[in-house]
């Protein structure tokens, strides 16, 4: 028997139909989130899921949510801070990187039996163009990667596969889209834009991007099927 905790608003809205067999889950929303996400709303009433709110910044806060229940926890830390800024910002990097270590840090203390990281393609240093998957912490070093997200994604990445006392595993995926962005983020707006014929410039090239709820049924296999200290990389389509 066992405790799922979901940590991150987006993951916890796409992952209740790919929940693993526990008894009690957990999905972690940020403090600031003053509405459930509409994919949780029919599920408040389920006795066996607990919307807690946390502070990934705030160890006390993550170590709470990880002794809500007396069952061993799994975790998956989806929680962070997306930027397209160059410079790495004091309030990204406490976010994710600095709650990233906080994540460990509780995991260490309290009953969590294994842990799941989702990182980003962006934390991979590329070779020649080419980005490799790799398993070790000091495969990931921000100064080889560029911009704020990436570099903060690296560090964290280095600080998840540094804890080899732990059950870990790691997992990349590409660009995220789904058809029940509640945020109304950038992409969403692209795409819509783009479908209705709004969007009057355009550049060339291309990205490779990955339904969410994808990358949530490929993030729960990782933790459950997966080798600890192994990393995953979750593409989609071109």
């Known amino acids: 028997m066992r405790a799922a905790v979901y940590m991150g ?6 992952t209740p139909p790919a929940i693993p067999p ?9 403090p600031r989130a003053d509405s459930v996400p509409p994919a949780l709303v029919d599920l408040q009433d389920d006795e066996n899921l607990e919307i807690v709110r946390i502070d990934v910044r705030d160890l006390a806060s993550v170590q709470q949510a990880f002794t809500s229940s007396d069952l061993p926890v799994w975790v998956v830390h989806c929680a962070g801070i997306v930027s397209i800024a160059g410079k790495v910002t004091p309030l990204v990097e406490e976010t994710n990187v600095g709650g990233t270590a906080n994540v460990v840090v509780a995991a260490r203390s309290t009953s969590v039996e ?4 989702i990182s980003s393609v962006h934390a991979m240093p590329e070779v020649d ?12 070093n921000p100064d080889a990667v ?15 596969l540094g804890a080899t006392d732990l059950w ?3 997992v990349f995926p590409s660009g995220m889209a789904e058809p029940h962005d509640f945020g109304d983020t950038h992409l969403t707006r692209l795409v819509r834009d783009a479908a209705s014929g709004t969007l009057f410039i355009s550049v060339k090239g291309g990205y490779d991007f990955a339904d969410v709820r994808d990358i949530a049924e490929a993030t729960i296999a990782a933790i459950e099927k997966g080798h ?3 990393t995953y ?3 989609g389509h071109y």
């Open 129 to 140: 163009g080419v980005a490799r998957e790799l398993d070790h912490a000091e495969d990931f």
């Open 22 to 30: 526990s008894d009690k889950t957990f999905p972690a929303l940020p």
């Open 168 to 170: 870990r595993v790691v």
């Open 114 to 117: 294994r842990l799941a990281y």
């Open 233 to 235: 990389l979750l593409p």
């Open 9 to 14: 608003q987006e993951h916890a809205v796409q």
């Open 228 to 230: 600890s200290g192994r």
């Open 146 to 160: 560029h911009g704020e997200y990436a570099k903060t994604k690296a560090a964290a990445t280095s600080i998840v």
